[in-house]
């Protein structure tokens, strides 16, 4: 009997289809296959065999097989099969998630032909060279020519033949060179083990060895080592066959832990982002399906890939809300790790100075065991925070006189100074002050950023942008100016106030070109004394042992938002950009500007208890009924009109079972319109996840059965980061 398959596409569709293999083909679970779609062959997975075929129904026979082994062996399959139905996103899109590009596109998984050929030794002795083999002769006299050897492509267009390629590489007279693989250990040292300081030493002591899983919550202050603590525990761990996953947040992260990784675990380093292109991708991927003892360190989508010999994962920033998918397939990487390493049955360490509340409830629930490290390594202390007050103080692009002059000492005793403010462009508003027109997107519900550097009105929602004016568009007055401070304006007055200084901006637009971020740390790592500007991507990681005062330009932006989770962000993140001062050997300072010198948010900050705030908030949660004490999704829609979204979110509304699951809405969401599209939600919550889980698996069938009204797009958000 034949076999029936049932085989998974990378369509936005929640169903599977069944195929009939021709004879000549066994196929397993993962494997990729090419089958009839319509009237077009499409790439496709398969998720499961021996499937009892349908009656009545002919089906169509699999067109071929792209490999004669499964692309996604088992333990990955169930991985994304378990994201699927927790995420409530289409099957197919989730497994092929784990795929490089090239292999989406159904490009094969061989590797590339080897770079260069060359004569194996100068006097090899070529008379093993059968007589009537010309064209090996030929080949073979070419090569010891040409020293520095010859590319495959070269050779192919002189008109010889990879036969005769094969015959000479048989009878070791020529050798080829395969594309590069990862950097070595460029001082040809062995690896070396981190030496910790003895708080470090108690910490890691308290790490659990492997097999077996495990759940640790590394909380440690910034500046206090937790890196070296990752690398003493993968020494310590990690067998010479088994593979291991770092996650990062941020590419720019990226290339200094990669540097740190492999000055103590040489070569088995691998990197995993969004700027690699398809041919680093597609050897990355294949190093580690085949199962090569690769670390990879990697951004989110990593958490996904076909490891084989998992042993150890570590989430490096465990807070990071880059960690969570914004659209499409709405994962969150770290809780996929955590399900990984139990899946794999291996260890995970969640790292953090400012861990986040869900992983503080897990350790105090007994979940995650909970590890603290609250001393800076070395000679490093913790930086003193004050608040600076400035209400009724004059401001100059939002700095006070004080952060002005700390500034300045700061720079006269050698050191250097990090500015945050969290806005980019010059200034977040142009504005006419004879009529009071402002300049507003046409597309979204937003103003435009005024960018003075380029003349140019941009939104940084929908990238919408136009020439700044002079006169006013409404009133045809003259009296238009910028209102607020961004990062550029910032940067034009520090640059002014101190002319001498370099002053370095780090946001967006400051770094879109490949290798800035490098550029710019290593100025800054030079240790000259200097200016950084920047927004949260300063926070993240960075360590800059000559930076002494930090200024945060405004900081109660997280006090009054509608999200629940604003004050924990806005912690987490003052909390990060602090800790970048002082992490030498020089005493650090921060000073925080802020209109609500008094909020208790606030104060409890500047002590830098950070676990002590997590509590507080905590309670705050646990008495609104709020996540992590219940669990919580969001149903999103967008639509041509406002009307068309509510009305839709209604009917949903009506389809969820109220006894079970609290409903909140359809209201609009904060942004109500962006990029020409109207937005609403209905927020969902309950106790069982169970519950919520069942109902919104129901519902999604429901609603894919029937087409929605044209415009209209849905999508689930599980455990959403943002509520507003």
């Known amino acids: 009997m034949s076999q029936i398959v049932r085989v998974a596409l990378n369509r936005p569709i929640r169903r599977l289809f069944d195929y009939i293999a021709p004879d000549n083909l066994t196929l397993q ?26 009656d009545g129904i002919a089906l169509k026979p699999v067109a071929g097989a792209l490999e004669s082994w499964p692309a996604l ?12 139905n927790y995420y409530q996103h289409p099957l197919g899109e989730c497994l092929f998630m784990a795929l490089p590009p090239a292999l989406r596109k159904g490009r094969t998984t061989e590797a590339p032909a080897p770079a260069q050929w060359w004569a194996a030794k100068p006097d090899t002795d070529a008379s093993h060279i059968p007589a009537n083999a010309h064209r090996q002769r030929q080949l073979f006299d070419l090569l010891q020519q040409n020293t520095g050897g010859l590319p495959w492509a070269q050779l192919k267009e002189r008109g010889f033949t990879r036969s005769q390629l094969n015959a000479l590489a048989q009878r070791s007279l020529i050798q080829n060179v ?24 108690h910490a890691a002591g308290k790490l659990p060895g492997r097999p077996g899983f495990s759940a640790s919550l590394l909380y440690g202050i910034t500046g206090s080592g937790k890196t070296e603590i990752y690398l003493h525990y993968l020494h310590r761990e990690l067998g010479a066959d088994s593979q291991a996953l770092v996650l990062v947040p941020e590419i720019n992260l990226t290339p200094q ?23 680093q991708r597609m050897e990355t991927w294949r190093r580690l399906r ?17 490891f084989t010999r998992l042993q150890t994962i570590v989430v490096d920033e465990e807070h990071d809300s880059s960690y969570k998918q914004g659209d499409g397939f709405r994962y969150s990487a770290r809780d996929m790790a955590v399900f990984r390493a139990h899946q794999n049955r291996c260890p995970v360490i969640l790292g953090s100075a400012t861990p986040s509340l869900e992983s503080l409830h897990n350790a105090a629930t007994g979940k995650y065991q909970q590890i603290n490290l609250t001393e800076r390594a070395g000679a490093a202390r913790p930086p003193a925070i004050q608040l600076l007050d400035i209400r009724s103080r004059p401001l100059t692009a939002g700095m006070s006189r004080p952060a002005i002059e700390a500034v300045r000492e700061t720079l006269a005793a050698g050191q250097q100074v990090l500015v945050y403010i969290n806005r980019r462009g010059y200034a977040p508003v142009l504005m006419c002050f004879d009529c009071g027109h402002l300049a507003e997107c046409p597309n979204c519900d937003t103003r435009l950023t005024y960018h003075r550097r380029d003349r140019a009105l941009r939104c940084h929602h929908c990238d919408y942008q136009q020439a700044a004016f002079h006169r006013c568009p409404k009133c045809g007055g003259e009296a238009c100016e910028p209102v607020g401070q961004g990062t550029e304006q910032s940067e034009a007055l520090l640059a002014e106030t101190f002319p001498d200084v370099p002053v370095i901006r780090i946001d967006r637009d400051s770094t ?30 960075h360590d800059f042992p000559n930076v002494t005062l930090v200024v945060v330009v405004n900081a109660d932006g997280g006090l009054f938002s509608v999200d629940f989770r604003a004050p924990e962000q806005m912690v987490q993140t003052l909390l990060q950009v602090s800790g970048r001062a002082g992490r030498g050997e020089k005493p650090g300072r921060v000073l925080i500007q802020t209109c609500h010198s008094d909020h208790p948010l606030l104060t409890s900050l500047a002590k830098a208890d950070y ?29 041509p009109t406002m009307e068309a979204a509510l009305e839709f979110l209604e009917k949903v509304r009506s389809q969820l079972p109220h006894h079970l699951i609290e409903i909140w809405g359809p209201l609009p969401a904060s942004l109500a319109r962006k990029a020409g599209r109207h937005r609403a939600q209905l927020v969902l919550q309950t106790e069982s996840r169970g519950h919520l889980n069942r109902a919104l698996a129901g519902l999604c069938q429901q609603l894919e059965q029937h087409r929605q009204p044209g415009g209209l797009r849905w999508a689930v958000d599980v455990d959403p980061l943002e509520t507003s």
């Open 611 to 639: 676990l002590a705030l997590a509590t507080q908030l905590l309670a705050e949660r646990r008495q609104g009924a709020l996540p992590p004490y219940r669990s919580m999704a969001i149903i999103r829609a967008e639509a």
């Open 512 to 541: 879109q070109r490949k290798g800035s971020i490098q550029n710019i740390l290593e100025k800054v790592n030079s240790g000259e004394p200097c200016i950084l500007v920047g927004t949260q991507m300063v926070a993240k990681g």
């Open 257 to 279: 832990t990669v540097a740190r990784f492999r000055n103590h675990l040489g070569n088995r380093i691998e990197v995993w982002h969004s700027a690699l292109n398809d041919g």
């Open 178 to 201: 395969e594309p590069p693989g990862p950097v070595a250990h460029d001082k040809g040292e062995p690896p070396t083990t981190p030496v910790l300081t003895t708080a470090q030493q």
């Open 73 to 84: 062996p088992g333990e990955t399959l169930e991985l994304l099969t378990w994201a699927a």
């Open 29 to 54: 679970p993962g494997q990729r296959v090419t089958v009839p779609f319509g009237r077009y062959r499409a790439i496709g997975l398969v998720v499961e065999t021996g499937v009892t075929p349908p």
């Open 290 to 306: 085949n199962g090569e003892p690769v670390i990879l360190i990697g951004t989110r989508s990593a958490v996904l890939l076909p």
